[in-house]
């Protein structure tokens, strides 16, 4: 099958899983889409399996505007023909919460270029754009977690200030990116600790959520 018989099946796979009550339910929860058949994450994964991951086959998903197409897509894209330009192209179209989560989930937290490209992408100005980034960060740490000194100091500058955005996402996004950093040692829970001490009785919003975050780890440790 070449590429546009696999899509043309791939697409033939989803219309039969349809699921109007999921689709009607995203809807209202604010998830929009051009078209969203409401196909649940193990049946987009299970019709994933069925075919050989593709470059071609993967790009060709992505430009769909179709849900599942997008979510198949990260799952469907090897790493080794994704640059890092392609990256950006994708990112930049990126319009909803859970595109973002499941693309940095499926695809930009293996690149070998992860940790550069999510700290390029929290100083973006976009809100899927900086949300993927810390996203990303909050999967590599999750990984691994080792930081040198100075992208642990750029990491926490940026998360920082991200908890003050207007965006939800964005906030929620960095302050996950947080709390993945605190959980890897000790050493990076203190340095969260000595940020945020003198936020305990700050008037400002975002810092009280961010102080009471904190506190929540430390405590839950």
């Known amino acids: 099958m070449d590429i546009k018989e696999q899509l043309k099946d791939i697409k033939t796979q989803l219309r ?19 078209l969203n ?12 399996e069925g075919y050989e991951k593709n ?3 993967a790009q060709a998903l ?26 950006d192209i994708w990112v930049e179209s990126i319009r909803n919460i859970e595109i973002a989560e499941l693309t940095c989930m499926n695809l930009f937290q293996h690149l070998p270029y992860a940790p550069a490209k999510s700290f390029h992408w929290m100083a973006d100005e ?3 754009v900086q949300t993927c980034g810390f996203l990303t960060a909050a999967r590599l740490l999750m990984k691994k977690g ?7 100091g750029e990491l926490l500058d940026q998360a920082l200030c991200a908890v003050h955005s207007e965006s939800y996402h ?5 302050l996950l990116a ?38 929540e780890e430390v405590e839950n440790k």
Request: glycine residues 4%; negative net charge.
């Open 126 to 128: 976009q809100e899927y």
């Open 170 to 174: 964005v906030r929620n996004a960095a």
């Open 178 to 215: 947080i709390r993945k950093y605190m959980q890897h040692n000790e050493e990076h829970a203190f340095r969260v600790c000595r940020m945020v001490e003198g936020m305990a009785d700050s008037t400002v919003e975002a810092e009280q959520m961010l102080y009471n975050m904190v506190k």
């Open 146 to 152: 080792d930081m040198t000194e100075r992208a642990s």
């Open 16 to 34: 039969l899983s349809m699921n109007g009550a999921v689709s009607q339910s995203m809807r209202e929860k604010g998830l929009v889409y051009k």
């Open 62 to 87: 992505w430009k769909e505007d179709i849900r599942e197409c997008k979510i198949m897509a990260a799952m469907l894209q090897p790493v080794d023909t994704f640059y890092p330009e392609i990256a």
């Open 37 to 48: 058949f409401g196909v649940e994450i193990p049946r987009i994964k299970m019709i994933a």
């Open 55 to 57: 470059h071609d086959l």
